[in-house]
């Protein structure tokens, strides 16, 4: 029966793909790669990702807890039983536990926020009390302060753009942010810069909670007591120890002093429940907050600041903690000295069935079946390296540390670096360097939706176009928020971040919900998209691995880069036309005349508009690439003898690196990536050309224009590595 | 001092005027008619409104309450020492008084709704228990019903679209809309198309509650127990009283049976607080609402059905009632059959300071003024007319029968209706004909905001520039909602509708809470602003009864036609984009590989696209058009002899006349306006080119055919017309 099943299977999965040929591959190779990947797709269980969730998630394991190092060794085990090169990496890593955390509204009434999650019936892994990590933000520094509150909404720069029209400052006040619109490490960040004193962070309801379905446990959404946990490390700086910036933190490094380290925030900072949160904003006077501020408690939300007033004390203990990295290596049959490296984070912030979990275990069975196929005499071409990293909660600690050890043979041998993290019902999300696109479209086209049986692209392109695009697959870029930011960002290897998710909302985030019972009722109760998870990124992995010449096209990371110009060039003119239009606005006195007299406005002051900026270098460099670009799409790269496909192979696993500068981006030098960064105020949300856009963003005209230049000195020696790439003829 | 005074107000009424110029007066007359208007602004004291706000909204004072004919014959004695002719014309009209007002939540929890406001601290008014009018919606039908609940989001057809798209169906239901989003009058009759049983509408906090602003007394919003009364009548049928369409309901009428009565709703409807709202919107489950129809209340939005089943029943007291319309006339010194009729009505549902006594006193105060100056000799060339009309809270009742009762002289007689209701602080709010757009831009320009000091076309461009606009002056059209729709729809007479607000925002609207004392400190505390809608109202009123040509503008009513017919034709494109995209999704199966298959959704249907529309006789119509208003623009009006300007002015009184048909809208012939009319689905906002565009968006592709013939005619009459008076030469 089991070959009528491959064969089956293999049909089923060829049907799916319009033509038998896969990019990267000869036509014969590709047919045997095709029967590979159906032999890969046959070894899958959702048994087995269900077993492993329900043993992993059972309890607690945040990085340095005994829980987490076991789980590390656990997993190790495992990566070996399937034939792989196993050990545990480990680093020593400052990581604050909470020792007091106070909340009170001591004027015009007292309310002490009570900060506990409740156990919720039917859920026996809430129960587990003192074992719980109490809710807070990692890397908030210790505090004790008292002071007015001030409603900020979500705490980004336009939130303070507004309370300045208000006349509103927050100078030596406590603010109080809404959860969402950035990361959530931008809001104290920020909120530090304009001269609050402290900063508490609650999910509103609105965004996280009742307002978007019914809370857990009869649905799965937020209730009023769960708070979500995270870092607030300052990773748009550089991400990874704090102590022990760009370099491994190795029980022998060189460490800062904790009072010198630039990423732990100045103030102090608190996440809190919306039921902890409504005695305080219910306190706040002031003007009404505008329309979009408002939340979905049943408040008037004003602004303040005051009379409302808060005490926030918090103590951590600071302690060095090992952060266990679990590496498994499958040695490649051909091409030992090129890797393709997948990775998932193992560390949660509580039990962590979804994030990370959900992935870890997908990976974990991929691997389970590469290892499989690889004792049957399949042994990948390239070397895999699988990766389960600790520490990603608290800043990306793990993936950080063990890339900045290991930096130099890393750039060296990778060839790309694919990551997952939590994973869901519903759509493939690909996002990552887009030179990558196309082998991720073909891997999409032929991977099959669990639910509708059409292929995970089809079904993409579908949700796409309901929702008014044109049903094209685009991968996202890549800003920061999971493992792949030190290998993209800091060692400019090329990098893909994949996820299903869109039908398995809930407001388990980071909470003591985020449980094998709420993932088994709200997620993916079958582990069926775990799987092809497993499948997606089993069979990008093993194309890398197998491929004759690695499938880059950088057709579509042309058009992409000249989206990303047009962007800021618009940004530009936009800017300096919202400038004039709105000091023509004040020279014609249109503000004040239509502002209520009865309510408090600050007078708005003039802008400089932008001034034009040359972009022509950008231009050029783009379209003297396109010739480039076009040559090597023409190209007959199977027609090419093997020793120029290597030689081919080996420029092509370096080109990434070609778009980063080693002095990196201005005031954070560890991103050197110049396509992709995480935004400086957002965090999280991806600044594409980052060094240009950031700096018209902040209307630094001299910064943009270097940078200009800058960037189209990188692209011009882009193109001269593609000259290089294109010389290599039969 | 007396001299002094008014010789400084004129010089500051002049300095707001770009030249001693006014539209429809030689240039010497134009002096004399600004000298006249700054001794009308000396005259206005705020003080009389204040007082007389105190005095009529001392007691509720709906129709056939003895407090209304009292407030009726106090105004008509009011009207008399002014030097008005004044009488009470009074209409016998159907009104409901509820009985039982009934509403239980039966399954699967028991919650009896209070339908009592409580009174407030600091708010006598309030405290007047049995003399309130009991919260409801007149014109509902009795009944008594129990079925499941279904929430609706506002009732309009949109959204049962949507729900039309989850595959839930209201037939045999009760639902639960939100007011706003449409005139309530549409949700019963919507809901009874569909097959709903019973109505009942309630105030959200979202849009009228605490999410607004703090609320009532502490603020201007409304609590938790506040109800908006209001007339459901199907008045896009026909307004007035709902047993004698078309004609004037005297004592010996001839009237329909109740039975017959064709805008009395088919099902019973019954409006709520949000208190009251609660429970039942917290027993329903199914699915969550969409984003978009979710309020502030602290729960999440279920649609249902069920499983909260709710009864219904509601008994009313039949009856007809005594309607007192004061009519106070001022005959006209030169031409005494030309009217210009002002109105405002003084019925409330409770004691209605804002709605209707804020512009009821601005009138007044206004009709007082003009009473001194004719006394003092200088009486208006036309004669005014003054209306305090009773019954518009019902369905524009007062003014509809008074009208209809009237038609022919009135079709005759008048030059225009200026109608205002209810008024507050902040930016002149102006629609009406759009041939009067000049003339009240030029009045507007001349008379000072009172928080400012600029003029109030100033401060509202400038509030339009704030908001993205170009800062131009422009009428809104008229839809529905106050006593100007008999003048311009039915009867055909040139209309506008004049207020101030915007800086006024409260939850009180046909509340027990629209007092004085809620006025005085969240209307307009100092009554600057009905002293401002005296003075507009004033001199557009002044300017009408004395110009030597009156003051039509062509150029800007042809102008706002091209857009009307611009924005219908490209609705009929976009409609047929929007179905040919439609189908090619439901082709491409994009639809149901998008949707979520764990929610239960109907399948989508294919439309039928919009056939291609011949819109050439309508734009033929509006090119030849263009000739004749350029042609009548360009005329030397001044240099018209005597003769020649009386004729004249009878053309251009009846010129909007021109603009109706005997025959009305299809299947709403009451409706004469072939421009104007309110929308059929949304009550009060209006439809502009109503029978093409109502035809075009219900997808009636024939009459919309047959409507831009029957408009091309109407504006073929029109051309004709404007050539007649064109011919008229020195």
Known sequence: MKTLTTLCLALLCMAGLPAQTISGFGPGEAQKQLELESRFDAQLSADNLDAWME????????????????????????????????????????????????????????????????????????????????SYNAFSRDGDVEAELVFVNYGVPGDYEELEKLGIDVKGKIV???????????????????????????????????????????????????????????????????????????????????????????????PISYADAEPLLQALQGPVAPDAWRGALPITYHIGPGPAKVRLKLEFEWKLQPAHNVIATLKGSKYPDQWVIRGNHHDAWVHGAADPVSGMVALMEEARAVGMLARKGQRPKRTLVYCGWDAEEPGLIGSTEWVEDHLEELKQKTVVYINTDGNGRGFLGAGGSHSLQSMVAEVAASVADPQ???????????QNLVSGGDGSFELYALGSGSDYTPFIQHAGIASLNLGYGGENAGGEYHTIYDTYTHYKRFKDPDMSYGVALAKTAGRITLRLANADVLPLDFGPWHQTLSKYLKEVMETAVSMREDALKHNELIDKKAYSLAADPRKSQAAPTKKTPAPFLDFSPLQNALASLQ??????????????????????????????????????????????????APGFY?????????????????????????????LAGTLTRMKTYLQKMNAITP
């Open 55 to 134: 043993r992993m998630a059972a309890r607690p394991h945040w990085v340095g807890t005994e829980a987490g190092a076991e789980v590390a060794r656990w997993m190790r085990d495992q990566f070996e039983s399937w034939g792989y090169e196993a050990r545990i990496d480990t680093y020593q890593v400052l990581f604050p536990y909470p020792k007091i955390r106070l909340l009170e509204l001591t004027e015009p009434t007292q309310y002490t926020a009570s900060l506990t999650a409740v156990p919720v019936e039917g859920d026996p892994y809430t129960e587990q009390g003192d074992a719980l990590l109490p």
């Open 176 to 270: 109080i942010a809404k959860y969402y619109g950035s990361w959530r490490g931008i809001k104290p960040k920020l909120a530090a810069e304009k001269g609050a004193i402290g900063c508490i962070i609650y999910s509103d309801p609105k965004d996280d909670g009742f307002y978007q379905g019914d809370v857990y446990p009869k649905g799965a959404f937020k209730n009023a007591t769960g708070v979500q946990r995270g870092s607030v490390m300052d990773m748009p700086l550089y991400p990874g120890d704090v102590l022990t910036p760009g370099y491994g933190a190795t029980a022998d490094a060189s460490r800062l002093e904790r009072e010198e380290a630039p990423t732990i925030t100045k103030i102090p900072v608190l």
């Open 452 to 462: 509708t049986g059409v292929s995970v692209k089809e079904r993409q392109a579908a």
């Open 627 to 676: 010739k480039e670009v076009d040559a090597f799409a023409e190209k007959d790269l199977n027609g090419l003898p093997e020793a120029k496909k290597t030689a081919l192979n080996v420029l092509l696993m370096h080109a990434e690196q070609q778009l980063t500068s080693e002095d990196g981006l201005p005031r954070r030098g560890w991103y050197r990536h110049q396509i992709y």
């Open 682 to 710: 957002t965090g999280y949300g991806v600044k594409t050309l980052p060094g240009v856009r950031e700096a018209i963003e902040q209307e630094n005209w001299e910064e943009a224009q270097q940078q200009i230049g800058k």
